[in-house]
């Protein structure tokens, strides 16, 4: 059974910083594209960071040069460091993991519970 379980979000001030956590287990951690989504109130969901199967990047131009995201696959966990936090980051966060073979990405979409980030002095 495939679990990803997010873990750090919580209530931080305008240009504060925070990290998310999300650990995956019954998936083979290392051939999966990794990623974060959001979800603001009223609105749909959307993709933050991915992280390729090979350590390649993409970011949503609203983040970029402000989160990092990376993989640690000795420990089955994926981060997205937030850095200069502004109050429209306020969201839902949603790890999601995808099975890639090379540059494919195929198969079933696997989501974590989300957690919860609120920038707000």
């Known amino acids: 059974q495939v679990q990803l379980v997010e873990s750090g979000g919580g209530l931080v001030q305008p240009g504060g910083s925070l990290r998310l956590s999300c650990a995956g287990s019954?998936?083979?951690?290392?051939?999966?594209?990794m990623g974060w989504y959001r979800q603001a109130p009223g609105k749909q969901r959307e993709l933050v960071a991915h992280?390729?199967?090979?350590?390649?990047?993409n970011y949503a131009d609203s983040v970029k040069g402000r989160f990092t995201i990376s993989r640690d696959n000795a420990k089955n966990t994926v981060y997205l460091q937030m850095n200069s936090l502004k109050p429209e980051d306020t969201a839902v966060y949603y790890c999601?993991?995808?099975?890639?073979?090379?540059?494919?990405?195929?198969?079933?979409?696997?989501w974590g519970q989300g957690t919860q980030v609120t920038v707000s002095s």
């Open positions: 999601h993991a995808r099975r890639q073979a090379a540059q494919v990405v195929q198969g079933p979409d696997y």
């Open positions: 019954g998936i083979i951690f290392s051939i999966y594209r």
């Open positions: 992280i390729s199967s090979g350590d390649s990047t």
